[in-house]
């Protein structure tokens, strides 16, 4: 045997010849229609307080992946905008699926490739609002179907205990990183955690989740602060 007919890889699966054949893409048996290695998909968790970049980095992670030939899908739930779309304070938008209580992430994903889209990969904003099911349904499709999964979202909430969804998420990713992009609480040091703020005042009970916004005209509007003024209550000068 030469050394060169050694150092040839041997695919006892053969791909079928076709228009997009391309040897570089590897055995049939052990690559996606994406040319990935099956079975090299992840779930993948992103987090960090509000007004770190969290739908930003979404959006150009979708990007991205568009960029290089795959396709994907785009969910949300309860989006600033109140709609079904991803928003960012910076200005983009990007149209979503709107992920309701009902709706199984599986059942999305296989109900596009019945009809004949390529879903690759799944764009997974404002996870921390999503259900346990949806995150097991993150799950299941990654290790079933060789989906990938990029998911976004809060870590704690105005109690500064842990979402729901995002402690399955720590629990069962296989990535978990912060986003980089710095916060800082008004006095400067790094904003850690997001206070809920009613009548200028923080508050430490109530619903889970309630919408609000960052501007200090809104009814409920929510602030982050670090450890110190978070646990203090304290809010910084008034103009």
């Not at 109140?82 to 983009?92: A, F």
């Not at 149209?95 to 390529?118: K, P, Y």
């Not at 990183?177 to 200028?200: F, K, P, S, T, Y």
Request: charged share 25%; proline share 4%; hydrophobic share 40%.
């Amino acid at each position: 045997m030469t050394d060169d007919a050694a150092a040839t890889p041997i695919c006892l699966a053969r791909p079928l010849p076709g228009p997009d054949d391309d040897p570089r893409r590897g055995c049939a048996a052990t690559r996606g229609a994406d040319g990935r290695p099956l079975h090299a998909a992840a779930l993948r968790f992103f987090w960090g307080p509000m007004d770190c970049g969290k739908s930003t980095m979404a959006l150009q992670m979708n990007h991205n992946h568009a960029r290089q030939g795959r396709r994907g899908l785009v969910t949300t739930r309860i989006d600033r905008s109140l709609g079904p779309q991803v928003t960012t304070r910076i200005g983009l938008a990007h149209a979503a699926i709107e992920v309701t209580d009902g709706l199984d992430l599986r059942d999305l994903v296989r109900d596009a490739w019945a009809d004949g889209v390529r879903v690759d990969y799944l764009i997974c904003d404002e996870a921390s609002f999503y259900n346990l099911e949806h995150i097991e349904q993150m799950a299941d499709l990654v290790d079933n179907d060789d989906v990938d999964v990029y998911a976004f979202g809060l870590a704690t909430d105005f109690r500064s205990s842990l979402f729901p969804a995002a402690r399955r998420l720590f629990e069962l990713a296989d990535s978990v990183a912060r986003i980089q992009v710095e916060v800082l609480c008004w006095c400067g040091r790094e904003g850690l955690l997001n206070a809920r703020v009613i009548g200028g005042r923080v508050v430490r009970e109530g619903e889970q989740v309630v919408i609000g916004d960052t501007v200090d005209t809104a009814d409920v509007r929510y602030q982050v602060l670090c450890r110190r003024h978070y646990r203090a209550g304290e809010l910084g000068p008034r103009d």
